[in-house]
Nanobody, 119 residues
Framework: VQLQAFGGGLVQPGGSLRLSCVVS????????IGWFRQAPGKEREVVSC????????YYADSVKGRFTISTDNAKNTLYLQMNSLKPDDTAVYYC?????????????WGKGTQVTVSS
């Protein structure tokens, strides 16, 4: 199983970015899949996730209304549309997949992509 995330970069506050994560080796339909982030000096936290049990989506309170998670099953790709970005969103963003939408529920991780929100 391999996950490859890309789409990070430097953006001004209020701007937008779309992260993509191409997944190979599994079919997205059967696994939880989501985005995590880790800022310097902080623990890795879940940002948004799609549950494997019922396809429901989870968003951290800090990103609700600004971020949207989605998948393109035909392309086996996960996306994270990030709007109204804030400096607090600065972090390395990781995509991951596994059995549950929490850190220890993820079995496979991609290499992170850096998102920096700064003027």
């Amino acid at each position: 199983v391999q996950l490859q995330a890309f789409g990070g970069g430097l953006v001004q506050p209020g701007g937008s970015l779309r992260l993509s994560c191409v997944v190979s080796g599994i079919t997205l339909d059967y696994y939880a899949i989501g985005w995590f982030r880790q800022a310097p000096g902080k623990e890795r936290e879940v940002v948004s996730c799609i549950s494997s049990s019922d396809g429901s989506t989870y968003y951290a309170d800090s990103v609700k209304g600004r971020f949207t998670i989605s998948t393109d099953n035909a392309k086996n790709t996960l996306y994270l549309q990030m709007n109204s970005l804030k400096p607090d969103d600065t972090a390395v963003y990781y995509c991951a997949t596994g059995t549950g939408c929490y850190f220890y529920g993820m079995d496979y991780w991609g290499k992170g992509t850096q998102v920096t929100v700064s003027s």
